[in-house]
Nanobody, 125 residues
Framework: QVQLVESGGGLVQAGGSLRLSCAASGRTFSSYAMGWFRQAPGKEREFVAV????????YYADSGKGRFTISRDNAKNTVYLQMNSLKADDTAVYYCGAAGTRGPGPTLERRYDYWGQGTQVTVSS
């Protein structure tokens, strides 16, 4: 069992930056690839970024390439999402997830076994 708690969301002006954190409980954090998704009002949850178990590999949705950076610190059981040059379109609730070892690719929600409660990011234009 893994419990995930996101933090770091808030209100920021367009062009600004935020760093989201996702703290995981348990001693098996390094056994999971970790992903970030987001859900804007009236829209489906969408993939943002994923990082491999040891942090050596990352992958981003086109929407965040060049602006977002995912990283992790396995010693602290935490995954991060640094978001720069934020736009109004980035406004959403951001969720972190822990991906199981089986299932479809990590850009899909059903790959993830555990989710946090989400943190709101609002970008004012």
């Amino acid at each position: 069992q893994v419990q995930l708690v996101e933090s770091g969301g808030g209100l920021v002006q367009a062009g600004g930056s935020l760093r989201l954190s996702c703290a995981a409980s348990g001693r098996t954090f390094s056994s999971y690839a970790m992903g970030w998704f987001r859900q804007a009002p009236g829209k489906e949850r969408e993939f943002v970024a994923v990082i491999s178990k040891n942090g050596g590999s990352t992958y981003y949705a086109d929407s965040g390439k060049g602006r977002f950076t995912i990283s992790r610190d396995n010693a602290k059981n935490t995954v991060y999402l640094q978001m720069n040059s934020l736009k109004a379109d980035d406004t959403a609730v951001y969720y972190c997830g822990a991906a199981g070892t089986r299932g479809p690719g990590p850009t899909l929600e059903r790959r993830y076994d555990y989710w946090g409660q989400g943190t709101q990011v609002t970008v004012s234009s």
